[in-house]
C-alpha cells in the first residue's frame, strides 16, 4: 500500500519545479531585455529653441541675396524598428539662431579639391567608421542608413566633400536595433575636439569642432546648417531627446567644425 503522504509529496515537488522552470524562462528573458535595450541615455548637448541668444554665425547666406543650400528632410520610408532619420523634418522651421560660438570669418586652412570620404575618425569619443554616400529619396527626403551599413555614418552627396568650400554634411544613427550606433556619443562633443575624416585621394581633412547643440526638429536651424559659409566647414548630425508616440525622437544633435588641416 502507498503511504498516504507520498502523492502529496511528490505533487509539492512537481509544482516547486514548474515554479523554478517558470522563474528561470522570466529570468532569461529579462536578461535578454536588459541586453538588447537598456543601453542608457546617450550624452545630450543643450537643447536650443528658435528666438534663443546667439553671438556668431557658421552658416552665411549667398551675399547675392540668394537661397543657401536646400535643406533636406527625415526618411518617412524607414521600417517600422528603425530609428529615425538623423535629419530634421522637410516641414521643420527655419529659425534665425545660430551656433553660440562664432566660426572664424575664414577657415584656418585652404579649401581642398573635391575627394568622397572614406572613414571617420573622432577620438574624443571612440569613433572610426567607414563612410559610404548616400542621397535624397523620391519625395526630397535625405534617406538614412540601414541594412548592412546601418551601424556606418553616411556623406550626404549633395552636400560638398569634406574639405571642399561649403558645409559638409556627415549623418549617423543613434541607436540601431536597441544598440549604441556611430553617432551615440556624439553629443558629448565639445569646441576643440578634432575630427578627422579620410578621402579617396588619400588626403585627411582635420576639423576642429566650434559648437554641438540640440535643437527640437520642427525648429531646426536649415540655414545655421546646411547655408553657404566662408570655408571648408563640417557638419555632424544624429538624432537625440525624448520619443514621441511613434517612436521617433523628437530633436537632433547637430555638431558645428571647421577646417583647420588639410
Known amino acids: 500500500m502507498t503511504p498516504q503522504g507520498t502523492p502529496r509529496r511528490n505533487g509539492g515537488r512537481r509544482t516547486a519545479a514548474a515554479v523554478l522552470a517558470a522563474l528561470a524562462v522570466v529570468g532569461a528573458a529579462l536578461l535578454v531585455f536588459a541586453l538588447t535595450h537598456q543601453v542608457g541615455a546617450p550624452p545630450e548637448p543643450p537643447l536650443r529653441t528658435a528666438g534663443a541668444p546667439s553671438d556668431g554665425a557658421g552658416a552665411q547666406s549667398s551675399d547675392d541675396g540668394g537661397e543657401p543650400t536646400e535643406p533636406v528632410g527625415a526618411d518617412p520610408t524607414e521600417p517600422a524598428d528603425a530609428e529615425p532619420s538623423a535629419v530634421p523634418r522637410t516641414d521643420a522651421a527655419e529659425p534665425s539662431e545660430q551656433p553660440s560660438s562664432a566660426a572664424p570669418e575664414a577657415s584656418v586652412a585652404e579649401a581642398l579639391p573635391a575627394s568622397t570620404p572614406t572613414a571617420v575618425r573622432i577620438d574624443a569619443i571612440g569613433v572610426e567608421e567607414q ?6 529619396g523620391e519625395n526630397g527626403e535625405l534617406l538614412a542608413p540601414r541594412g548592412d551599413q546601418a551601424d556606418l555614418a553616411a556623406w550626404f552627396d549633395g552636400s560638398p566633400t569634406p574639405g571642399e568650400s561649403g558645409p559638409s554634411v556627415i549623418e549617423g544613427h543613434v541607436t540601431w536595433g536597441g544598440d549604441p550606433s556611430v553617432f551615440f556619443e556624439l553629443g558629448a562633443l565639445e569646441a576643440g575636439d578634432r575630427i578627422e575624416v579620410d578621402r579617396e585621394d588619400g588626403t585627411v581633412a582635420t576639423f576642429e569642432v566650434y559648437d554641438a547643440v540640440r535643437y527640437p526638429k520642427d525648429e531646426f536651424p536649415t540655414v545655421a546648417v546646411y547655408g553657404r559659409t566662408d570655408g571648408p566647414e563640417l557638419r555632424l548630425i544624429t538624432c537625440a531627446g525624448d ?20
Not at 563612410?131 to 535624397?136: E, Y
Not at 520619443?243 to 588639410?262: I, K, P, S
Open 131 to 136: 563612410v559610404f554616400p548616400i542621397g535624397l
Open 243 to 262: 520619443l514621441d508616440e511613434d517612436g521617433h525622437h523628437l530633436d537632433n544633435t547637430v555638431v558645428f567644425a571647421r577646417l583647420v588641416e588639410g
